[in-house]
């Protein structure tokens, strides 16, 4: 992966070949329940941490692998738990035909909505569509007077993509777009869950620890990176570079210990509350480390680490993109407040 992550960002491809490898391997039907023939990654209890070694996995391999990877596991992980078994099972038969789900909910100034009380056609665009285009099983929020549904909506490759003007600072290869949902009829098998169930905790916030572990990923490649450019110009033995060096393993194996419990806590069976605020403060804990280790790596390297031919400088970009998820303050001062009141969970659950 790592291979071919400078032509995809340089181009902005999407990287067909990594998913058509993820798919040989069984990765993408891999969050199939067990007792459906998957190996239950995330879903069944007592996967969660064979998923967060994956997603980091990739993370390091390529950040925009990972964040598309991740939206795949986002949808299947709702459908698994607002869905019917009919519609689960239809899920992971998608799965296994080597379908790519994604998860989309940011609006466009023409949201999504349904065009009447009959829930039968929505109309409207949804923006910031990782792999847009790509997906073939996108699952989607939709405004109804009563509140907000999710919609699983089946699509044929390059369909209703909306040219874009957009370009982002990093992560180029997830191929953002927005696309255009006007006029898509919507079946009742098509609506997955009830009212307000995508906002529904702890599942709504609980997420975050998959989109850190694959930060994570990308902090440990852009780790490897300083290292080897540091050794390969005889700088790796100066004190000043040694000292930096230690607060970046200090910074990067602290996210490791927050993330990696984050993915324990999410399973546990400690009440909601304590499950939304543990996961919002690893969230936030990965997010500070992160943005250390890049200034840190920053001073290390000097100028050469904006080089736009220094791997460096893309992981960066990519890093900083994808750190912005949104809400961060209300994750945080919501958690703080929480845990204000109650005691921390400190006990293994």
Known sequence: MRARTEILDRDACFPSLDFDQLRDIGALSAVIPKRLGGLGLGIDRGGAIALFDLLRFLGRGNLAVGRIFEGHVNAFKLISLFGNEVQIERAAEDLKAGHLFAIWNAEAENGVRFRDDLHNV???????????????????????????????????????????????????????????????????????????DYLGEPAFSAGAWRTSAVTLGGLDALIDETRRQLVARNRHTDPHQLARMGQVMIARESARLWIKRAACVEESDLPAADITGYINLARIALESATFDIIRMVQRTLGLAAFLQSNPVERLMRDLATYLRQPAADEALTEAAAWFIDHEFPEDDH
């Open 122 to 196: 929505v109309t409207g665009a949804k923006v910031f569509c990782s792999s847009a285009g790509h997906v073939t099983r996108a699952l989607i929020t939709a405004s109804a007077w009563a509140g907000m549904r999710m919609l699983l909506i089946p699509l044929e490759l390059g369909e209703r993509v909306i040219p874009s003007s957009i370009s982002l600072h990093g992560m180029h290869a997830t191929q953002t777009a927005g696309i255009d949902f006007d006029g898509v009829n919507v079946s009742a098998d098509a609506l997955i869950g009830g009212l307000d």
